[in-house]
């Protein structure tokens, strides 16, 4: 089946520093990967929508300049949370939506297992 | 505006037990619709899946109904065993054709199964 890895797993760091996760796509293309933000008890919220080769499209509410995303290659997509602070802390979960091709349904999105960040 | 929401945040059931998870869409654009499990601490686990041009869907102990006319969806979970407890979420697209690929969760439902 379809693996979405996440890297790191977790990580905590201080204020105002910034922090990257990666999303890769293991055993299938990817052009078109999601960025998600889920608070404890909470659902999962769609912060942004990343396209290979071009600029991510970001939700309404959710600053740009603040998290930003490279969507480097059909397998890997990264997040930066830039100068972080202690309200940034969340599960972070990206979803990667199949380009299809070796038995992998074309359109099914696949989840990573999160990053928790913890902003001291 | 948009929204999928649930009726019911929590339910407990004993072991063995059908399980009915409820879940309230409001865009009726949606044309298909996804549950999914998520554990503590893990991703999203897909469950099932339904269009909208179908009412009904079964998998392996599960069931999905939709009801396009009341935009309700409803997971059903056959012989619950204490390995499905979790935190279960419904969540709608608009599916293929066009752009929007995007997906909207609904608030989730803990289950949790008694042994």
């Known amino acids: 089946g379809a693996v979405v890895s996440q890297h790191p797993s977790w990580v905590i760091c201080k204020s105002g520093t910034s922090v990257k996760i990666e999303c890769r796509s293991l055993?299938?293309?990817?052009?078109?990967m999601f960025w998600y933000r889920q608070f404890p008890k909470q659902s999962l919220m769609l912060m942004a929508t990343?396209?290979?080769?071009?600029?991510?499209?970001?939700e309404q509410g959710v600053e740009k300049d603040k998290f930003l995303i490279n969507h480097a290659s059909l397998t890997l997509s990264t997040l930066t949370v830039t100068s972080a602070h202690p309200e940034d802390s969340s599960f972070y979960i990206c979803s990667a939506r199949a380009d299809g091709g070796r038995g992998v349904p074309y359109n099914e999105q696949f989840f990573g297992p999160g990053t928790r960040l913890t902003v001291l | 505006g948009e929204s999928v929401g649930l009726h019911l945040p929590t339910l407990s059931v004993q072991e063995g037990d059908n399980s009915i998870i409820n879940c309230a869409y409001s865009n009726s654009a949606s044309d298909y619709f996804i549950w999914y499990k998520q554990e503590s601490g893990k991703g999203p686990q897909f469950i099932i899946d339904i269009r909208s041009n179908m009412d009904k869907r079964q998998g392996q102990r599960v069931t999905v109904l939709l009801n396009k006319t009341v935009k309700h969806l409803s997971l059903q979970i056959a012989a619950t065993q204490p390995g499905d407890s979790a935190v279960y979420f419904c969540a709608e697209n608009r599916g293929s054709g066009g752009s929007n690929y995007k997906l909207t969760f609904g608030k989730g439902t803990l289950l949790t199964v008694n042994p």
């Open positions: 990343s396209n290979e080769g071009s600029k991510a499209t970001y």
């Open positions: 055993d299938f293309q990817a052009t078109t």
